[in-house]
């Protein structure tokens, strides 16, 4: 996902990227693929849009609580 320069935001999409995989019970990424992608797969099923895979993410090195630094 393009997130540009802004550091912050892909930080926020990678930490939820490795929630998702490590969680067997968060489906984000599973139905986001299902209700935004999948239609597109359909509509050119000569080229793949994306494939139905989530992408392994290495977790963000990011504070658990407010006071961690």
Same mark, same amino acid.
């Given at each position: 996902?393009n997130?540009g320069? !802004? =550091? #912050?935001?892909?930080?926020?999409? !990678?930490l939820?990227?490795?929630?998702?995989?490590?969680d067997?019970?968060?489906?984000?990424? =599973?139905? #986001?693929?299902?209700r935004?992608?999948?239609?597109?797969?359909?509509?050119?099923?000569?080229q793949?849009?994306?494939?139905d895979?989530?992408? =392994?993410?290495?977790k963000?090195?990011?504070? =658990?609580?407010?006071?961690q630094?």
């Amino acid at each position: 996902m393009n997130v540009g320069p !802004n =550091e #912050a935001l892909r930080t926020l999409v !990678n930490l939820a990227l490795y929630r998702s995989w490590h969680d067997p019970g968060d489906r984000r990424w =599973e139905d #986001a693929f299902e209700r935004d992608l999948r239609p597109l797969q359909v509509d050119s099923p000569d080229q793949d849009v994306a494939i139905d895979q989530q992408p =392994e993410v290495s977790k963000p090195a990011v504070r =658990e609580w407010p006071w961690q630094r």
